[in-house]
């Protein structure tokens, strides 16, 4: 079983910077993708960013596209978000997630093999 232990979260006033970190407890663990995901009080869950393992391929949400930025380490079997610019708006419970097999659609969380715990980050005006 592969666990997913996220960290970095915080609570951060606007226009702050924070980098949340999703490390893989398991040596050998391989996927074809990382993702991550959010949920804001009150709405569903919705795709943040993605990630292939070993491909230059990113993906972003559009409304932060020009603030965060995905980024793994093989090494380390880590993935990493980096968002700056925060707004109150990105405010959430904030996941990785894994996915195993190829396929399309890396916004979409279905697809998706496993999960962190979530980490909170807190952004206020």
């Known amino acids: 079983q592969v666990q997913l232990v996220e960290s970095g979260g915080g609570s951060v006033q606007a226009g702050a910077s924070l980098r949340l970190s999703c490390e893989a407890s398991?040596?050998?663990?391989?996927?074809?993708?990382m993702g991550w995901f959010r949920r804001a009080p009150g709405k569903d869950r919705e795709f943040v960013a993605a990630?292939?393992?070993?491909?230059?391929?990113?993906y972003y949400r559009a409304v932060v596209k020009v603030r965060f930025t995905i980024s793994t380490d093989s090494v380390k079997n880590t993935v990493y978000l980096e968002m700056t610019s925060l707004h109150p708006e990105d405010t959430a419970v904030y996941y990785c997630?894994?996915?195993?097999?190829?396929?399309?659609?890396?916004?979409?969380?279905?697809?998706?093999?496993?999960w962190g715990q979530g980490t909170q980050v807190s952004v206020s005006s």
């Open positions: 990630s292939i393992w070993k491909s230059v391929s990113t």
């Open positions: 398991r040596r050998t663990f391989s996927s074809y993708a």
């Open positions: 997630a894994a996915r195993v097999r190829y396929g399309p659609r890396l916004q979409d969380d279905g697809p998706y093999d496993y």
